[in-house]
């Protein structure tokens, strides 16, 4: 089993709807979580960090983590065409240096 | 700040050559990641560096690969010889150690080996 799972997809959403992206990992001792957004090309660009469980809000998106399960959850809401990207759940034990565990990429496309 | 800066973006060479890929980290950044990144894979840590200093290079595929930091703005990655199963984008990415542990990642080098 890998460390971390995530649907490939690809997922497609006409212009508007709520999308809601996935992850599961296997080692609870994860503490940070986060969201990279990955256009064509380019490189990861972080999205939205959270620590521990709960949930945090940057406009349109929204993200949970759920310790008791090993799920983290991505919610955008009002999906843009501009949204259309690859993106990337990643996790890791502390702050302090070490690097992240990447889910494989969620390609999303939102068509207007 | 010009983030983190990768060269080549694109590479393109022939089996058994050898490649090195380059890269200036954020300034002030005093931690460095090397990435593979393959439709197969997906995003797959090679090395890191804190202060410099190598931490953990399990992620290097074998003794073709080879990772140096000598000051605390450039990087190099080395492929000596290159093999076809090589091709694949490589990302550098920088952070802050201890703070949140936000990586920042290059634009990436697409690398093709025939």
């Known amino acids: 089993q890998k460390e971390v799972e995530q649907d490939p997809g690809p997922l497609s959403v006409p212009e508007g709807a709520i999308v809601s992206l996935n992850c599961t990992y296997s080692?609870?001792?994860?503490?940070?979580f986060m969201w990279y957004r990955q256009y064509s090309r380019k490189g990861p660009e972080l999205l939205m960090y959270?620590?521990?469980?709960g949930n945090k809000e940057d406009g349109r998106f929204t993200a949970q983590v759920d310790k008791s399960s090993k799920y983290i959850s991505l919610f955008i809401r009002d999906s843009q065409p501009s949204d259309s990207a690859t993106y990337l759940c990643a996790m890791t034990l502390n702050q302090a240096g070490t690097a992240l565990i990447f889910g494989k990429g969620t390609t999303l496309s939102v068509s207007s | 700040d010009a983030g983190v800066i990768q060269s080549p973006r694109h590479e393109v060479t022939e089996m058994g050559q050898e490649v090195t890929l380059r890269c200036k980290p954020i300034?002030?950044?005093?931690?460095l990641f090397w990435y593979r990144q393959t439709m197969m894979r997906g995003l797959e840590l090679l090395i890191y560096f804190n202060n410099n200093v190598p931490i953990d290079d399990s992620g290097m595929p074998e003794d073709r690969f080879s990772a140096k930091m000598p000051n605390a703005s450039f990087s190099t990655l080395k492929i000596q010889p290159s093999e076809p199963r090589d091709s694949a984008v490589y990302f550098c990415a920088s952070s802050l150690m201890g703070i949140q542990n936000i990586q920042y990642f290059g634009a990436g080098t697409r690398l093709s080996v025939l």
């Open positions: 300034s002030g950044h005093n931690s």
């Open positions: 080692n609870s001792a994860f503490q940070y």
């Open positions: 959270t620590y521990s469980s």
